[in-house]
T-cell receptor, first 115, second 112 residues
Framework: DVKVTQSSRYLVKRTGEKVFLECVQDMDHENMFWYRQDPGLGLRLIYFSYDVKMKEKGDIPEGYSVSREKKERFSLILESASTNQTSMYLC??????????????FGPGTRLTVT | GEDVEQSLFLSVREGDSSVINCTYTDSSSTYLYWYKQEPGAGLQLLTYIFSNMDMKQDQRLTVLLNKKDKHLSLRIADTQTGDSAIYFCAGFSRSNDYKLSFGAGTTVTVRA
């Protein structure tokens, strides 16, 4: 079974703090993704990575950065947390594009509250 | 990128069939997916359909694809309380740099 784990289920941070969200997958997938989920808006892609040290901006990268130093780990960084970044953050991974079905496997999510 | 739209809420009686609808804009979508999210959990792939298919059936789930109208539906037969969840429609296409585009999610509530 593919397993995608996220470092925290719930996180409360103060405005202006630097926040790290960690994601680890155990299936040697090349692709990893960070989304945020908000009611009525569905999932919006923040950043994704096709390989170690590679990153691409998604649809809403402002206020976020990412790091992928090892294949299995993809970190999302909020440089200076703001209240409008209060959300559910979901990490996902998938095998290479040429693989059948291009399915993405999701972690359980981190609910971040910025006060 | 692609726009994917779906209604936000559906209420259904236990034992009835549920039908969740989705429309998408990108005609080059090669795969279309249905994901399920139970309370407090991440997304789990329920089923997917390749763009050259019209229908796919998997136990209680039936996916219908109308490429002409860019319409996708998910039918759940004999809906159970465990089917209460948020269901996301998503599309995958080369024109969107191989990324998934998700709808807003339909919250399905199963009532006794």
């Amino acid at each position: 079974d593919v397993k995608v784990t996220q470092s925290s289920r719930y996180l409360v941070k103060r405005t202006g703090e630097k926040v790290f969200l960690e994601c680890v997958q155990d299936m040697d997938h090349e692709n990893m993704f960070w989304y945020r989920q908000d009611p009525g808006l569905g999932l919006r892609l923040i950043y994704f990575s096709y390989d170690v040290k590679m990153k691409e901006k998604g649809d809403i990268p402002e206020g976020y950065s990412v790091s992928r130093e090892k294949k299995e780990r993809f970190s999302l960084i909020l440089e200076s947390a703001s209240t409008n970044q209060t959300s559910m953050y979901l990490c996902a991974s998938s095998p290479v594009i040429a693989a059948a079905s291009y399915e993405q496997y999701f972690g359980p999510g981190t609910r971040l509250t910025v006060t | 990128g692609e726009d994917v739209e779906q209604s936000l809420f559906l209420s259904v009686r236990e034992g009835d069939s549920s039908v969740i609808n989705c429309t998408y804009t990108d005609s080059s979508s090669t795969y279309l997916y249905w994901y399920k999210q139970e309370p407090g959990a991440g997304l789990q792939l329920l089923t997917y359909i390749f763009s050259n298919m019209d229908m796919k059936q998997d136990q209680r789930l039936t996916v219908l694809l109308n490429k002409k109208d860019k319409h996708l539906s998910l039918r759940i037969a004999d809906t159970q309380t465990g089917d209460s969840a948020i269901y996301f429609c998503a599309g995958f296409s080369r024109s969107n740099d191989y990324k998934l585009s998700f709808g807003a999610g339909t919250t399905v509530t199963v009532r006794a």
